[in-house]
Nanobody
Framework: QLQLVESGGGLVQPGGSLRLSCAAS????????IGWFRQAPGKEREGISC????????NYADSVKGRFTISRDNAKNTVYLQMPSLKPEDTAVYYC?????????????????????WGQGTQVTVSS
C-alpha cells in the first residue's frame, strides 16, 4: 500500500539529459524527505541527492553537485531528479527512497538504513 515508483530512465548519449520521477502512492510525501540513490554494476549503492519534506533544503553528492537538480511537487506527490550533461559514469540503476522528515539529522541524508520506503529502481544508461 505504501509505494514509491521511479520512472524516466532510459538510454541516452553522453551529454544528453533525463528527468527521473518518483511518485508516491498510499501515503503523502508531505512528511517525508526523499533521497535519490544509484547503483552501478559491481559497485555499492551511493546516495546522490536528498530534498526535505517541503523543498527547503537540498543535498548533493560531490559526483553530481553542479549538474543534477532535485525538486518536488507535493501537490502531485512526486519528486524529480533533473539530470543534464550525463556522463558514462552516471550509468546505474537509480532509486528513490523516503524517510520521515522528523528523523532527519544534519549529515545523515546519505545513510541508506534510515530510509523506510524504497522504489524498484529505474535504469539509466549513458553510452554512445
Amino acid at each position: 500500500q505504501l509505494q514509491l515508483v521511479e520512472s524516466g530512465g532510459g538510454l541516452v548519449q553522453p551529454g544528453g539529459s533525463l528527468r527521473l520521477s518518483c511518485a508516491a502512492s498510499g501515503f503523502s510525501l508531505d512528511f517525508y524527505a526523499i533521497g535519490w540513490f544509484r547503483q552501478a554494476p559491481g559497485k555499492e549503492r551511493e546516495g546522490i541527492s536528498c530534498i526535505s519534506s517541503h523543498g527547503g533544503t537540498t543535498n548533493y553528492a560531490d559526483s553530481v553537485k553542479g549538474r543534477f537538480t532535485i525538486s518536488r511537487d507535493n501537490a502531485k506527490n512526486t519528486v524529480y531528479l533533473q539530470m543534464p550533461s550525463l556522463k558514462p559514469e552516471d550509468t546505474a540503476v537509480y532509486y528513490c527512497a523516503a524517510r520521515l522528515q522528523s528523523s532527519m539529522i544534519s549529515g545523515t541524508w546519505g545513510l541508506q538504513r534510515l530510509y523506510q520506503h524504497w522504489g524498484q529502481g529505474t535504469q539509466v544508461t549513458v553510452s554512445s
